[in-house]
C-alpha cells in the first residue's frame, strides 16, 4: 500500500490483529495504537502490537489510514466528535452493525470513510488474544460504498486483499438483516444453550459429560456480553426477526417429536444437510 501511517483506535482482539498482520506485511509503515485502557496499552507494547502509542486522538486523524476497531457504540460517539480530517485519509470502522454507523457519519467525513465488516473474530478479547492471520481467508463487507471517496476505496479494497480477505459488497440495511441470521442470532443461541444447561439441577455433572458438540455451540457465548449487548441492540429488530425464524423451525420440529414423525425428523435433518452444499 502507499501510504506511510495507520492509526488504530482500539487495541483489543480484532485491533492488535490487524496490527500484527500489517506490521509484517508492510514493516516500513509507522503504526499508532490508541486505547483508552491502561492495561491494553501495556499489553499492546509489550506485544508489540502497534510501533507507538499515542494519548493523542488527533494524532490518529492524521495518518493515512484510520482503523476503528472499537465496539459498535463506541464508533457512532467517535466519529460524531470528528469536525474534520485531512483530504486524502482513510477512516474505516469494524463494527459487526452498518447501518445505524454509516447513518451517524459526519457528512464533512463520509468521503474519507469506509464501512467494513471482516467476518472473523474468537470468543476472547484484549490485547493478548490478538492473532496474525486472524484476517487471511475470511470474509469482508465493504458497506454503502457509492458514499466513499474513490482514493479511500482503493485504499481500503487494496488493505483487505493484503491481509488475504475475500471482499463483498453490500448495503448497509442488506448487511445488518443477513449478519442477524449468520453471526447475531447463533450468539444469542449460545448464550441461551450455556445458559439452560447452567439452569439445570446439578450443571457440573451435565457438563462433565460435554462432548464436542456442546463444547462447539457454547463456545462463543464466552464472548464479550459488552460488546455482544451493544450489537445485538443496534440491530434489535433484524434479530427479533431471525429469532422468530428460528422459534418457528423448533416449533415445528417439536410437533414432529409429539408425534412421533420420525420419517419427519429424518427430512427435516436431511434438508438441514443441504446448508453445506452451499457453504
Known amino acids: ?33 490508541y486505547d483508552h485502557n491502561l492495561t491494553h496499552i501495556h499489553e499492546a507494547i509489550d506485544l508489540k502490537l502497534v510501533d507507538k502509542i499515542t494519548q493523542n486522538i488527533q494524532e490518529i486523524w492524521q495518518c493515512d489510514l484510520a482503523i476503528l476497531a472499537i465496539p459498535v457504540d463506541g464508533i457512532i460517539s467517535l466519529i460524531g466528535q470528528i469536525s ?31 464501512a467494513t465488516h471482516p467476518m472473523t473474530g474468537t470468543e476472547k478479547s484484549g490485547p493478548t488474544a490478538a492473532i496474525e492471520g486472524l484476517y487471511n481467508g475470511k470474509t469482508v463487507v465493504l458497506c454503502d460504498i457509492e458514499k466513499s471517496g474513490a482514493h479511500q476505496l482503493e485504499v481500503v479494497k487494496k488493505l483487505y486483499r493484503a491481509l488475504g480477505m475475500n471482499i463483498i459488497y453490500m448495503d448497509s440495511t442488506s448487511h445488518d438483516k443477513h449478519a442477524a441470521f449468520i453471526s447475531h442470532m447463533p450468539h444469542v443461541i449460545s448464550y441461551a444453550l450455556a445458559n439452560t444447561v447452567m439452569r439445570q439441577e446439578d450443571p457440573k455433572s451435565i457438563i462433565a459429560l460435554a462432548g464436542g458438540g456442546f463444547r462447539d455451540m457454547s463456545r462463543i457465548a464466552k464472548s464479550s ?43 427435516w435433518m436431511t434438508e438441514a444437510n443441504s446448508l453445506h452444499d452451499i457453504l
Open 1 to 33: 500500500m502507499d501510504i506511510k501511517s495507520i492509526g488504530i483506535i482500539g487495541l483489543g482482539l480484532m485491533g492488535g490483529s490487524i496490527g500484527l498482520s500489517l506490521k509484517k506485511l508492510y514493516p516500513h509503515i509507522n503504526i499508532i495504537g
Open 84 to 114: 474534520s480530517v485531512p483530504k486524502m485519509t482513510t477512516i474505516i470502522d469494524m463494527g459487526s452493525t452498518k447501518k445505524l454507523i454509516c447513518d451517524s457519519i459526519p457528512d464533512a467525513i463520509r468521503s474519507n470513510f469506509v
Open 225 to 267: 456480553p459488552d460488546m455482544w449487548e451493544s450489537i445485538i441492540r443496534q440491530n434489535k429488530i433484524n434479530v427479533l426477526d431471525s429469532i422468530i425464524n428460528f422459534k418457528q423451525e423448533l416449533d415445528s420440529f417439536e410437533q414432529m417429536l409429539l408425534k412421533e414423525d420420525w420419517d419427519g425428523v429424518k427430512e
